[in-house]
Antibody, heavy 120, light 106 residues
Framework: QVQLQESGPGQLKPSETLSLTCSVS????????WNWIRQTPGGGLEWIGH???????NYNPSLKGRVTVSLDKAKNQFSLRLTSVTVADTAIYYC??????????????WGRGTLVIVSS | SYELTQPPSVSVSPGQTASITCSGD??????ACWYQQKPGQSPILVIY???KRPSGIPERFSGAISGNTAALTISGTQATDEGDYYC?????????FGGGTKLTVL
């Protein structure tokens, strides 16, 4: 079955750029939305953004233009780039697949998550 | 920005019915999803499109919307249902999660 696996550095300094990759195994990326979602130490979930398999993207305005999600279908991967990180960006970062139906979407598949700590 | 409000905690006795609510402006005009998360694990989808269960989710999980409040109902709650539950909806193409509800089965 389809599995997602996040990878990337676990620790960053403030002002650096966070780069994470999600590897998709066991299935095609076509026809789905590929998302990044994070969970803060307090427990809340925050949707970061997604890319459709066709290449269109959408981001959470709360991240104020710091986010880019990109896709490499040849490698079956998609990536997150978050610039100018602060301690507030410390979180578990999940990659997730979303299915679109009837004008809405739901996250049917999640990776295990990767902890990112921002600290000087 | 759009907000979804959930109670921080709900307690239920084994075998009883648990109900977790999620309120948001004009939520009745949207579809709601629910995710279950157990400690140290990733969230899993338990309800999508307000009232549909993914394959593999027990029939005791159900969802509904009334007015601006969505509700996740767990009938015959089991100890294995203990965990955090998050509602989620889309507003202007932005994914929004509720703050989460910790379900305790005692």
């Amino acid at each position: 079955q389809v599995q997602l696996q996040e990878s990337g550095p676990g620790q960053l300094k403030p002002s650096e750029t966070l780069s994470l990759t999600c590897s998709v195994s066991g299935g095609s990326m076509s026809g789905f939305y590929w998302n990044w979602i994070r969970q803060t130490p307090g427990g809340g979930l925050e949707w970061i953004g997604h890319i459709y398999s066709g290449g269109s993207t959408n981001y959470n305005p709360s991240l104020k233009g710091r986010v880019t999600v990109s896709l490499d279908k040849a490698k079956n991967q998609f990536s997150l780039r978050l610039t100018s990180v602060t301690v507030a960006d410390t979180a578990i970062y999940y990659c997730s697949r979303a299915i679109a139906l009837l004008g809405t979407k739901h996250f049917d598949l999640w990776g295990r998550g990767t902890l990112v700590i921002v600290s000087s | 920005s759009y907000e979804l409000t959930q109670p921080p905690s709900v307690s239920v006795s084994p075998g009883q019915t648990a109900s977790i609510t999620c309120s948001g402006d004009k939520l009745g005009d949207k579809y709601a999803c629910w995710y279950q998360q157990k400690p140290g694990q990733s969230p899993i989808l338990v309800i999508y499109q307000t009232n549909k269960r993914p394959s593999g989710i027990p029939e005791r999980f159900s969802g509904a919307i009334s007015g601006n409040t969505a509700a996740l109902t767990i009938s015959g709650t089991q100890a294995t249902d203990e965990g955090d539950y998050y509602c989620q909806a889309w507003d202007s193409s932005v994914g929004v999660f509720g703050g989460g509800t910790k379900l305790t089965v005692l």
